[in-house]
């Protein structure tokens, strides 16, 4: 695992989970796998029984002709982790748009490599400043997050004095 690179895990399945320990285990389990501050960088996706437009634990093919159950426990992982809750009974199209721009879609956080003297933070992409209302800092991860995620092909630098303890 490189420690910049995002981590996605997708879980299929038309049976109940049935891990041992309690689902906030596995929350925690995963979000230390990047670092529980780097929420950016780790997604839990779940396609499984599930309907999430009634978000019943089951759901049944359009044919009518079978279905699938779940406990509700993947997707409450896929939820705490901002993952995708998708039903394994319909059309995958729209499901594998969903994985594909959460997985490889582009970022719209950034972390600093030391705490940053919120006042002094200048962002800038390709070179041109950026202004405030693009973009937060998030003081509890130390992060700078766009409203909107920069285009691709794009150089994003934050410049910034850092807080010496």
Known sequence: LRKDASLSVIAISDEPDQSPQPVQF???FFKN???????DLFRFS??????PKTKQNKCTKPSGRGGASSSGRYVAVAKATRGVAASICTDWANTLRQLGALSFGLRS??????????KSIKVKINGKSVPTTDWTYDATSNSVVFKKPPAAGT????NYRAICF
């Open 109 to 118: 956080q950034f972390f600093l490599s030391r705490p940053a003297d919120p």
């Open 26 to 28: 596995y929350i925690n």
């Open 155 to 158: 150089t994003t630098s934050v």
């Open 46 to 51: 779940a396609v499984v029984g599930y309907d």
């Open 33 to 39: 796998i990047k670092g529980v501050r780097n929420v």
